[in-house]
Nanobody, 121 residues
Framework: QVQLVESGGGLVQPGGSLRLSCTASELRLDYYAIGWYRQAPGKEREGVLCISSSRGITHYTESVKGRFHISRDNAKNTVYLQMNSLKPEDTAVYYC??????????????WGQGTQVTVSS
């Protein structure tokens, strides 16, 4: 079973920053659009950002626009989520997933196990 692996989560104060990473040992991520998703306790999972194979960006939620940025480094087979100006409401488990071939379509064939991000003073 192919799986993605997230890393970089942790505890951060409001206004702080974190960078999450997503990679896979048995999958060429550059063949796929890759999306970041999050799920807070008691809430439904929501899409955050997606990056296409050609580095086009899709915003799934307006709440992180201007604060979060997605990028990819194909040489490292890694997709990043840079999270700035973090707010307590950003607290969630963050997941990365394949998001279709080439374009961001919301077709999530492969997922990671998630990494916890907690924003608290």
């Amino acid at each position: 079973q192919v799986q993605l692996v997230e890393s970089g989560g942790g505890l951060v104060q409001p206004g702080g920053s974190l960078r999450l990473s997503c990679t896979a040992s048995e999958l060429r991520l550059d063949y796929y659009a890759i999306g970041w998703y999050r799920q807070a306790p008691g809430k439904e999972r929501e899409g955050v950002l997606c990056i296409s194979s050609s580095r086009g960006i899709t915003h799934y939620t307006e709440s992180v626009k201007g604060r979060f940025h997605i990028s990819r480094d194909n040489a490292k087979n890694t997709v990043y989520l840079q999270m700035n100006s973090l707010k307590p409401e950003d607290t969630a488990v963050y997941y990365c997933a394949t998001d279709g071939h080439h374009a961001c379509t919301g077709r999530n064939d492969y997922w990671g196990q998630g990494t916890q991000v907690t924003v608290s003073s």
